[in-house]
């Protein structure tokens, strides 16, 4: 049963990419939120096994593929190319890291007598506003943090980023256009073709992984990605308790870094949307852990937080880009690239009617998906000790 079940979670997103393909209104959620949606609703059904050993499973499922993919996600980043192409959007992008760590923590102070976990939530909060999903399920790992406080928050995580999204290309322009200066063309930018394989969330964009002729080199990067947290669980070995665990993450996302350096590796085809699909087995195993009273009995004080740390984020970040005159446009779309990450760039980008923050955005995007491991493991340790 133990096999048959690990292969369901190993199976279940191919099933879920076609269906995505198949369905217009499921590929405009996305099949990383259908992942989600879908592994939720078969934890409502009660149709999987119960027991600890299905517990156990669910949680090394989770665990594994999101270790293995923060290596092939990060195999394919151009670094170099991410510095030099951000210009002022770098900027703006430490402004808006800056204003989600003070929002973290500022907010953990606020809610922590009515928030278990608090150093937890801060932690993989700052992961998330900083780079992305990935980063809150790196960080989840790397503190070894409560999976119902995960959960919970992936969920309002969902409905509020929904909502800042539609925030974000309706009325955001109209009102900071009030304070900020206007966008000025650049006299130049350079189309650079380094990221649009980032920008593709479709269903789509997992066609590749069938490619019997890239197999070889697929197969290759799956074994480096391995590689390297094995060497990242041997590193951990000189360390304790919850530092271990964010050791391992730390450390694969270091040598997920220096690897992405060399162009062999950087080359490889497929590592992204390898990456890609161990997180649609990650977002679909902790679905299925979800307890969906969670719908039903709202935890205000969790939604607070994460909502206090999206609107105070965005208002402290307005603030520092009218003191240092960043325009408007490149303010939300490093805004975006921190609170929603790079697939959303290209949709911001064009709400904006600006095809010109359409690169900075990804190389402030990516900016963030290095910083987000780093910082959120460091937030959440100093709420610990702070806060307790």
């Not at 909502?163 to 189309?191: D, M, N």
């Not at 852990?289 to 969790?302: H, Q, R």
């Not at 921190?338 to 959303?344: G, K, L």
Request: net charge positive; aromatic share 12%.
């Amino acid at each position: 049963m133990t096999f048959a079940l690990l292969l369901f979670y190993l199976l279940a997103p191919v099933f879920l990419i076609f269906l995505c393909q198949k369905v217009p209104l499921l590929e405009k959620l996305g099949v990383v939120v259908v992942s989600f949606i879908v592994g939720i609703a078969i934890a409502a059904t009660g149709l999987l096994p119960e027991g600890e050993a299905v517990k156990n499973l669910q949680s090394g499922v989770s665990s594994t593929s999101v270790a293995i993919a923060l290596s092939l996600l990060l195999f394919s980043i151009d670094v170099w190319a991410a510095l030099k192409l951000s210009g002022t959007t770098l900027k703006s992008m430490m402004f808006a890291v800056l204003s989600v760590m003070t929002m973290a923590i500022v907010a953990a102070i606020i809610f922590a007598p009515y928030l278990p976990f608090m150093w937890q939530i801060a932690g993989m909060s700052t992961g998330a506003y900083i780079g992305g999903g990935p980063n809150m399920a790196a960080i989840k790992v790397a503190i070894d943090a409560d999976q119902g406080v995960f959960t919970d928050m992936l969920t309002y995580d969902i409905l509020l980023s929904a909502l800042y999204v539609l925030f974000v290309i309706t009325f955001a322009k109209p009102i900071f256009s009030k304070f900020l200066p206007a966008y000025q063309q650049p006299k130049s930018l350079q189309e650079h073709s380094g990221f649009e394989h980032l920008s593709d969330d479709s269903s789509q964009a997992y066609r590749v992984l069938a490619k019997v002729s890239l197999l070889p080199k697929t197969l290759l990067a799956l074994l480096i990605a391995i590689l390297i947290v094995g060497l990242s669980v041997g590193v951990s070995k000189l360390f304790s308790g919850a530092m271990a665990q964010a050791v391992i993450i730390i450390t694969i996302t270091t040598l997920g870094l220096l690897t992405s350096f060399i162009p062999f590796v950087r080359a490889l085809p497929n590592s992204y949307p390898l990456g890609m699909y161990l997180i649609l087995i990650f977002c679909f195993a902790s679905g299925t852990m979800v307890d969906t009273s969670v719908f039903y009995e709202i935890k205000w004080a969790l939604f607070g937080y994460i909502a206090t740390i999206m609107i105070g984020s965005m208002i402290l970040q307005s603030i520092l880009c009218r003191i240092f005159k960043i325009d408007v446009d490149t303010f939300l779309i490093s805004s975006s690239a921190s609170i929603m990450s790079v697939p959303f760039i290209p949709v911001i980008a064009g709400a904006l009617k600006n095809r010109f923050v359409l690169v900075p955005g990804f190389a402030a995007a990516i900016i963030g998906y290095i910083l987000g491991n780093y910082l959120g493991v460091m937030v959440a340790f100093a709420i610990r000790a702070w806060v307790g």
